[in-house]
């Protein structure tokens, strides 16, 4: 753990780290949040189930266009227009009762979604040193998981205590909180776009990037299906408030798989990290499509997260190295764009399939997508070439002189 205290040590690590936490607490509450505020209100599963893709499929609609927009003009004004949007949509739909209104306000409030995630890791480029940057990823996911952890919990618990109305209120409030600490921060204020090379191909005609969305199709509508599975078989099971200790395992263990992740020697190539790691992932799926709501599912949950949370380091190292220069936000805004749209398609999918078959065979799905998704990765894996290499120390040299002005 030497080296997660070294890392804490370089400045600026700790402000980025608090700035945008209570954000994503928000975003570990809303699908939730919504879940069960539509539930509660209309009774049915299913329309549960569409209000939550809704939701997802105009923040994925969206989210290559905003990511673009903070490539060209930076941070600064996007988060400070977004942020109030969302939390102002947020308090509005928990304010609806009509079936309409809250598909509506469901659908707006994804689009004006702040690309938080998406904003904070070009940043940690200019905070720590190249040879530092997977240490910091392994932290960084660690800390979404851990707002995955909190987010849950937050949202099951005040949905079903007394106060039902709670989940959304406090969501909105939490983005204003960290969506507007990280628009302040003098790191996201000062951080400059890339220029893009004069060679610079349009994402869409990107070959590693076709190959990702691709697999990111799969994933999606698999993690879609997943989102609504879970709850919708907790409450079938008359034990809704098994979904936050569900969640809260594969939160935990999903940090514990992070932080791992961040120690596996930089010998070892982001590309061969990640595919033996998807490998992993697909087998400790099945644990979770044949469990039932129980210890056994939270057990089965935990296994499934931290091997969820050790590929998502090696996934943005790999997209760190094959994206072209100038797109460190848009790359991955396009890419959700993609797997975002079958994630919403996934969660009213799985909300039909729960309630009407069963959601066992909605988590067989996600198990089934998992494998697709790493035959695809296989099949492609000369696309991402540009991931299958070990920095040497001459470049890690480099890239500690480059880096130095920015982290003092």
Not at 296 to 322: P, S
Request: hydrophobic letters at 50%; one cysteine or more; charged letters at 10%.
């Amino acid at each position: 753990m030497k080296r997660y205290a070294e890392l804490f040590r370089i400045p600026n690590v700790w402000v980025l780290i608090l700035a945008c936490f209570p954000a994503r607490v928000a975003y570990g509450m809303v699908g939730l949040g919504i879940f069960f505020k539509v539930e509660q209100a209309t009774g049915s599963i299913s329309f549960a189930g569409l209000a939550i893709g809704l939701n997802a499929a105009a923040g994925s609609f969206t989210a290559g266009i905003r990511g673009s927009i903070m490539d060209k003009y930076g941070q600064t004004w996007p988060l400070r227009v977004m942020v109030p949007g969302y939390a102002g949509m947020a308090f509005a739909l928990n304010a609806m009762h009509s079936k309409p209104l809250m598909l509506i306000f469901a659908f707006v409030m994804g689009l004006s979604a702040p690309p938080i995630n998406l904003s904070v890791r070009p940043l940690w480029k200019i905070v720590v040193t190249d040879d530092f940057l997977r240490t910091a990823y392994a932290m960084d996911t660690a800390i979404m998981s851990a707002a995955g952890v909190v987010g849950p919990v937050i949202a099951t618990s005040l949905a079903l205590s007394s106060h039902p109305s709670l989940p959304l209120n406090i969501c909105g409030a939490l983005m204003l909180i960290g969506g507007g600490s990280l628009a302040i921060t003098k790191i996201s204020r000062s951080w400059i776009p890339e220029k893009k090379t004069a060679d610079h191909v349009p994402l869409w005609r990107h070959k590693p990037l076709q190959l990702l969305m691709i697999e990111g199709c799969f994933i999606g509508f698999g993690w879609g299906v997943f989102d609504v599975a879970v709850p919708a078989f907790t409450t079938i099971e008359k034990v809704p408030y098994l979904t936050a200790w569900i969640f809260t395992a594969m939160g935990v263990s999903n940090i514990f798989g992070g932080l791992l992740a961040g120690l596996v020697s930089k010998r070892t190539s982001s590309l061969k990290a990640m595919r033996t790691t998807y490998g992993l992932w697909i087998f400790a799926s099945i644990p979770m499509a044949i469990s039932h709501p129980s210890w056994t599912m939270i057990v089965a949950g935990g296994f499934l997260g931290l091997f969820g949370g050790a590929i998502q380091v090696f996934y943005w190292e790999v997209m760190e190295a094959i994206r072209p220069k100038g797109s460190p936000t848009a790359m991955m805004g396009w890419l959700w764009t993609v797997e975002g749209t079958l994630m919403s398609i996934g969660s009213a999918a799985g909300g039909v399939i729960s309630e009407h078959q069963s959601p066992t065979i909605a988590l067989w799905i996600t198990t089934f997508c998992i494998a697709i998704g790493f035959l695809i990765l296989t099949a492609g894996k000369s696309r991402l070439h540009a991931a299958d290499r070990i920095p040497t120390p001459e470049e890690d040299l480099e890239a500690m002189k480059d880096n130095a002005t920015t982290t003092t």
